[in-house]
């Protein structure tokens, strides 16, 4: 078997020690080697592992879209307004 070394950050790597307690993992080495399985064999997996964070959005209307982004309340009038410039300057996207 061979050894990889990777980096982690801080957050990243108490996530994985999580998982591994949490799931009871051996290690983290049979951790990451069943998520290599999974992603291995699942075609939709891997599309998505490889896309994300850059997933289509589910919807293709502007106003849905500007409406889910106001309810969350965490995003100022500045930067709304902004996302709605784009979203209307955008041949993607519809009313």
């Known amino acids: 078997m061979s050894t990889v070394n990777i980096s982690l ?10 998982i591994t307690e949490k799931y009871g993992f051996a290690n983290r080495s ?3 080697r069943a998520l290599l399985r999974r992603l291995s064999v699942d075609f939709a997996s891997q599309k998505e592992v ?12 502007r106003t849905k879209i500007l409406s889910e982004f106001k309810k969350t309340g965490k995003y100022s009038r500045e930067f709304l ?4 410039e784009g979203l209307e300057n955008s041949d993607y996207f519809t009313k």
């Open 9 to 18: 950050t801080k957050d990243q790597l108490e996530f994985v020690n999580e």
């Open 81 to 84: 307004a902004d996302l709605a």
């Open 30 to 32: 049979e951790f990451f």
């Open 50 to 61: 490889a896309a994300w964070p850059f997933v289509s959005p589910t919807s293709k209307s």
